[in-house]
């Protein structure tokens, strides 16, 4: 009996050591224990070779179509998010995060290569998409992206982008120091226009008053001959208006050997700032179109003697007297000065009804360019500004609401002097020329002009 007592002993000692330990406690214990886990960073930390063996097991574990922390690293689309050296401290945290994620994902059985996916690759990297990086850099939120970035990255895509950001900032800054004036639009001597170019038109693509204006007000095209012919056409930036736009520029050499001027230059002020209802000081940045015209060699055969008197009138400044409901007053010559422009395609540029009729109101309507005008002469040649920046708020308004589709437009531009007297008629044409779809909109293909004293680019904005 003693030997039964001391044999059923032990066995009695093990049931009741495996009957105080649970049942799910009986299986085998995982390697990868919290306490081991803590140790084996220590030894990761301490031993950069076994750090580096386990991340290249790790790396082998993983199934081919899941993003690795070695691909990350050369990421070409999280350089994008950013470049600021606060981030710096937090690469390594981010770094062991990820490599945790990945170590679970191996000892884990029960998840699938799905559910991989959808829990490791979005830590990994954001967005596999490029383009909507691209898309993200110029969005407002890019200071906030930037900032939530954990891993710095070089790539050889920022440097592409550097050089897009700097062509266009060079672009957009492009300042000219008296140009030779006539080389930014170029002539287009096609029959079919071509976009962003000039041409030469006839006169009697304008319609002015008949020679029997005074008796049945009339109008016919105008005679098919004109005083100045187009030379040239430039397009400026202008931080502020640039009045007697002609010294700025170099010219060219032509003697003047008559009372009338060579060259006729025409400087259209043109206002890019949102039309406001009362004019202030009407100025701010804008654009300068600026027209050149030579005097015909034929001038003297084919102008009347009655219109060569009108221009020389208008050169001098000479007064006329002008009767008025009391009495006569003096006018300067000057104010007979008419603007013409006419669309050749206005239904490209409308939209709606409202701007179809606001169009048709303006469209090839002669208008008096007084008071909104000023004149100035040089040695061999006569300039005429005119100041878009002071015409009426609805002229002011209607110009920017189609400036952007001006690109899209063909305009006829001319100047004629309106006729007072019988003897005047019919109306002749000063100057003209054609515009072909040229785009009013700085995108950074207009360049600036640089006036006298203006030292530096940022004396000038």
Not at 206 to 213: E, K, V
Request: charged residues 25%; glycine residues 4%; proline residues 7%.
């Amino acid at each position: 009996m003693g030997a039964c007592v001391s044999t059923s002993s032990p066995r009695t000692r093990v049931r009741r050591k495996c009957h105080r330990r649970p049942k799910r406690f009986c299986r085998k214990v995982p390697s990868s224990v919290p306490g081991e886990t803590k140790k084996r960073n220590r030894q990761e930390v301490s031993n950069p070779a076994l750090h580096l063996s386990q991340l290249q097991w790790h790396h082998s574990q993983i199934d081919a179509t899941v993003i690795c922390q070695e691909e990350a690293w050369f990421d070409t689309v999280s350089v994008l998010e950013s470049d600021s050296d606060d981030d710096f401290s937090s690469v390594h945290e981010g770094f062991n995060s990820i490599k945790c994620d990945i170590r679970d994902i191996v000892s884990g059985h029960e998840k699938t290569q799905g559910n991989v996916l959808k829990s490791v690759l979005p830590k990994l990297v954001n967005s596999l998409s490029f383009n909507d990086k691209i898309i993200s850099v110029s969005s407002p939120g890019l200071h906030s992206q930037r900032r939530q970035s954990t891993i710095i990255r070089l790539s050889v895509t920022r440097t592409s982008i550097d050089e897009v950001e700097t062509d266009e900032y060079c672009a957009s800054k492009m300042h000219l120091f008296r140009p030779r004036a006539g080389l930014i639009i170029p002539r287009c001597k096609e029959e079919k226009p071509t976009s962003g170019t000039w041409s030469a038109i006839e006169p009697s693509n304008f319609t002015l008053r008949s020679s029997s204006y005074f008796r049945d007000k009339k109008k016919s095209p105008a005679p098919n001959t004109c005083p100045y012919t187009p030379i040239g056409l430039d397009l400026f930036v202008c931080p502020r208006k640039i009045n007697h736009i002609a010294q700025h520029l170099e010219l060219p050499s032509i003697k003047a050997d008559r009372k009338i001027p060579p060259l006729l230059i025409v400087n259209i002020q043109l206002p890019t700032y949102p039309a406001p209802m009362f004019l202030g000081d009407a100025d701010g940045e804008g654009l300068s179109l600026v027209l050149y015209f030579r005097l015909s060699e034929s001038f003297e055969n084919d102008i009347s003697p009655q219109f060569q008197d009108s221009i020389k009138r208008l050169v001098e400044d000479d007064m006329e007297k002008v009767k008025g409901f009391a009495k006569e007053s003096m006018v300067p010559f000057r104010e007979r000065l008419k603007i013409m422009v006419g669309v050749v395609n206005p239904e490209d540029l409308v939209s709606n009804s409202t701007e179809r009729k606001l169009l048709n109101a303006y469209n090839e309507k002669p208008v008096l360019s007084r008071p909104q005008h000023s004149f100035y002469q040089g040695p061999n040649y006569f300039e005429i500004d005119l100041d878009i920046h002071r015409f009426s708020y609805i002229a002011r308004k209607g110009l920017d609401a189609f400036r952007e589709r001006l690109r899209e437009g063909i305009l006829d531009l001319g100047l004629t002097i309106q006729a007072q007297k019988p003897e005047e008629l019919p109306e002749k044409v000063l100057c003209c020329i054609r515009l072909n779809k040229i785009d009013f909109i700085d995108g950074g293909q207009i360049p600036t002009l640089m006036r006298h004293g203006d030292n530096s680019f940022s004396d000038s904005e």
